[in-house]
């Protein structure tokens, strides 16, 4: 299994701000995932990260938006970029171990 | 584009009683996997189906994945307290995609 670590925990950001999310494996990985899980809701894929590759968005997420940094094989930053209160969620990395998806503790962002 | 459909969205049982999530895909999955989070954590790996009819068992649950690999089901015998959470399910099919989950309560 994969032991991940998300930093910060969570955090309180001003409207127009960005914030930078760090995740870090206890091993090597291909792919690193990042998520968000609005309040009460089931998690949405943002985009997947390739080390030495642009990431991959999904419908509905930029780049410009949601800037991702993959730069060794056990870490990953995902930036949240000029913020409004809509990106208020839960941001979870994750990686693909043996066909199990590990999750990261999370990252809980509220912007006011 | 793909989607994953879950229902119910809210199930409230007494501790004792049997309990089932389902879960329709609009396609076709290569596999399907399951996942528990319990309040205020992440996400935590169950299990991963992949042949067409499979079952498996894990204790008092059981996932079993339909033949047309478009739906699948998660049951649990007799609950527990301990069962309290979310439970997903993720479709593979170009990407993981995630059903809205089913929150479990249990009351004793």
């Known amino acids: 299994s994969a032991v991940i670590s998300q930093k910060p925990s969570r955090d309180i950001c001003q409207r127009g701000t960005s914030l930078t999310i760090q995740c870090q494996v206890d091993?090597?990985?291909?792919?690193m995932f990042w998520y968000r899980q609005q309040p009460g809701q089931s998690l949405t894929l943002i985009a997947t990260?390739?080390?030495?590759?642009?990431?991959?968005?999904e419908s509905g997420f930029v780049i410009d938006k949601f800037p991702i940094s993959r730069p060794n094989l056990t870490f990953s930053t995902l930036t949240v970029s000029n913020m409004s209160p809509e990106d208020s969620s839960i941001y979870l990395c994750?990686?693909?171990?043996?066909?199990?998806?590990?999750f990261g503790p999370g990252t809980r962002l509220t912007v006011t | 584009g793909q989607q994953v459909m879950q229902i119910p969205q809210y199930q409230h049982v007494q501790e004792g009683e049997d309990f089932t999530t389902y879960c329709n895909s609009s396609?076709?999955?290569?596999?399907i996997q399951w996942y528990k989070q319990r309040p205020g954590g992440h996400p935590v790996f169950l299990i991963q189906?992949?042949?067409?009819?499979e079952v498996k068992k894990q204790k008092r649950l059981t996932f079993q994945f339909g033949e047309a690999k478009k739906n699948s089901s998660l049951h649990i015998t007799a609950t527990q307290t301990t069962d309290v959470g979310t439970y997903f399910c993720?479709?593979?099919?170009?990407?993981?995609?995630f059903g809205k989950g089913t929150t479990l309560s249990v009351s004793s």
């Open positions: 189906l992949v042949k067409s009819g």
């Open positions: 994750s990686v693909d171990q043996g066909h199990e998806q590990y």
């Open positions: 396609t076709t999955l290569s596999n």
């Open positions: 091993s090597q990985v291909t792919m």
């Open positions: 990260a390739n080390q030495g590759s642009e990431a991959t968005y």
């Open positions: 993720a479709g593979a099919g170009t990407a993981l995609i």
